[in-house]
């Protein structure tokens, strides 16, 4: 069974930064790029960011390039989202996702965490 479950959110001012972790099981994370994505109440969700399986490669959404890093340790099956600079719209539930096809898509993605709060106060 494959589990995926994020952690580290929290409420934070403006400016300030917050590091969210998900950690994986039952699936053999070291073949999977994982993503990021970010829902907002009454918005669709929407992909923030990925990273390929072996970390080479990172992608972001514009809305956070600069902002926020995306990295993995493949030896403790755990993908990092750190987000400095935070602004009040980047308030949502955010979720890890699986994929064997690293995409912003998130129909590409086949597995999902039950995602964490990231509030931001201005």
């Known amino acids: 069974q494959v589990r995926l479950v994020e952690s580290g959110g929290g409420l934070v001012q403006a400016g300030g930064s917050l590091r969210l972790s998900c950690a994986a099981s039952?699936?053999?994370?070291?073949?999977?790029?994982m993503g990021w994505f970010r829902q907002a109440p009454g918005k669709e969700r929407e992909f923030v960011g990925g990273?390929?399986?072996?970390?080479?490669?990172?992608y972001y959404a514009d809305s956070v390039k600069g902002r926020f890093t995306i990295a993995r340790d493949n030896a403790k099956n755990t993908v990092y989202l750190q987000m400095n600079s935070l602004k009040p719209e980047d308030t949502a539930v955010y979720y890890c996702a699986a994929t064997l096809s690293p995409t912003s898509q998130t129909h590409r993605y086949s597995y999902w965490g039950q995602g964490t709060q990231v509030t931001v106060s201005s």
């Open positions: 990273i390929s399986s072996s970390g080479g490669s990172t």
């Open positions: 039952g699936l053999t994370f070291s073949s999977y790029g």
